[in-house]
């Protein structure tokens, strides 16, 4: 996020809001959201991908104030539920805007989305094929759908392996000519136009290597679809996974590197195979909103493990920030309350859950005079800790709060126990 400074008491600001006053307006755990941060990395990618289209992928953090916000900064939305359909729709987002994703989408979540009269939906299965196909005549319509293929590229942070077939539950393989069969399915089957081939490599990539494997494997069957079947299709989708920096170690590629590279292999291969330049898509979650946040926790006990580390607990934990324990992730952490001059100790920041592998920040130094009632924040948590956040122990989840000139505007309320009792019916 954007730098945060220090108001004279040593207390950390965030848009020129003491930390401190966050956490007693607004209580702890919280999430705090710079929403200009927010709206600018929308701009970057929409400026980047200029004549193509960038699908922000809701499931990194999905609320009504963040579809508003990127409806008015010109991106689309790519929703894998009904709950997050739900979401877009009811915030307005246009429906045209929308690619629905799953690779076990409901007949529920098909009919309202072909309903919606969604911009595409995305086939994972040949099941799914004839799923859509139906809904789409029962109720009139013809659905523009876009196939998932999945292009033999495992992507990693920083490397990637071929694999000859993929061992995974999404999309259709382009060996063995799974995918050739899906495109055939698609296109006899009426309700159903085909716009496109779309490929989803991985996440958290630095990597660009495993992007050109994929756009050349992509670009390679929309050659054979022409020659089997004489039709040039439009567009081509090439997922979201691009980095975003937890620590330092990290370094993350600017939206504009990323099209270009992307765009030039496209181009490139397409006029080798002598096809017309399609219309290129990206679905970034983690790099639009990975780091435009951070959370708010407060400390609570502190125990000294002699020799070993100090355990730091924080009112939090894996109920808000599952990565560390699901991914091994990494992220940073800091004392900004208050200034502190104490020499540093090796820290594990832990969550309040009934669980050792409840950790929030695996390693960190911390001043050694830490105590209960300090705050700490550790910063990109705008991805995939809130959306991914669970009820365990029923731990209440945090609010989503966006901060911009100055002022701090919940977006999403924390919850109560009241809500979690409405849910508790026997
Ligand atoms: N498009 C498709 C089809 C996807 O499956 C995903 C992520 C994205 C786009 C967005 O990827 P991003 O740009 O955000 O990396 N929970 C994990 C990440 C799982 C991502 C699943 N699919 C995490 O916390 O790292």
């Known amino acids: 996020s954007r730098t945060v400074d220090r108001a004279a008491d040593g207390a950390a600001t965030v848009a020129g809001i003491p930390v401190t006053r966050l956490a007693e307006e607004h209580g702890t755990p919280a999430i705090f959201l710079d929403e200009d941060d927010f709206r600018a990395r929308c701009r970057a990618w929409a400026d980047a991908f200029a004549g193509a289209d960038v699908f922000y992928a809701g499931k990194a953090f999905l609320s009504r104030a963040v579809v508003r916000w990127l409806t008015e900064e010109g991106l689309n939305l790519d929703v894998c539920s009904g709950g997050e359909l739900a979401v877009a729709l009811s915030a307005g987002m246009p429906a045209d805007r929308i690619a629905m994703h799953g690779n076990n989408k409901s007949n529920a979540e098909i009919e309202r989305a072909v309903e919606a009269g969604v911009g595409r939906i995305v086939l994972d299965s040949y099941q799914e094929i004839v799923r859509v196909a139906h809904i789409a005549q029962r109720l ?3 659905q523009r759908v876009q196939i998932r293929v999945t292009v033999g590229v495992e992507a990693h942070t920083h490397e990637f392996i071929a694999t000859a077939h993929e061992d995974q539950k999404f999309g259709l393989a382009l060996a063995d000519g799974v995918a050739a069969e899906a495109v055939r399915r698609v296109l006899k089957l009426d309700g159903l136009e085909l716009v496109g081939i779309h ?13 050109e494997v994929s756009a050349r494997r992509v670009v390679g069957l929309l050659r054979e679809i022409r020659d089997e079947h004489g039709i040039e299709l439009p567009e081509i989708d090439l997922g979201g996974g691009l980095g975003i920096a937890y620590t330092t170690d990290d370094d993350p590629r600017e939206p504009h590197e990323i099209a270009k590279a992307l765009g030039d292999i496209v181009s490139r291969e397409c006029t080798a195979a002598g096809l017309a330049q399609p219309r290129l898509s990206v679905e970034p979650g983690r790099a639009i909103v990975g780091p435009t946040a951070f959370t708010l926790y407060e400390v609570g006990t502190v125990k000294e493990l002699d020799g070993i580390r100090t355990y730091v607990s924080v009112d ?16 940073t952490v800091a004392l900004v309350s ?26 960190a130094y911390l001043p050694s005079d830490l105590a209960p009632g300090d705050l700490l924040a550790v910063p990109a948590t705008g991805a995939y800790c809130r959306s991914m956040a ?13 901060v911009k000139d100055g002022e701090a505007r919940v977006i ?10 409405r849910l508790d019916v026997g």
Do not use: W
């Not at 594990?348 to 920040?361: A, L, M, P, T």
């Not at 999403?412 to 009792?421: A, I």
């Open 390 to 402: 669970s009820n365990y122990n029923h731990q209440l989840k945090p609010p989503v709060v966006a």
């Open 199 to 211: 490929s989803h490599i991985g996440s958290q990539i630095f990597d660009m290597a495993g992007f």
């Open 316 to 331: 939090g934990g894996m109920s808000d920030n599952i990565r560390t324990a699901l991914y091994d992730a990494d992220y």
């Open 140 to 142: 009139g319509k013809t």
């Open 338 to 363: 208050r200034a502190s001059d104490a020499p540093p100790m090796l820290s594990r920041v832990v969550g309040k859950h009934c669980e050792s592998g409840d950790i929030v920040v695996r390693d």
């Open 412 to 421: 999403v309320r924390r919850e109560t126990e009241e809500d979690l009792l």
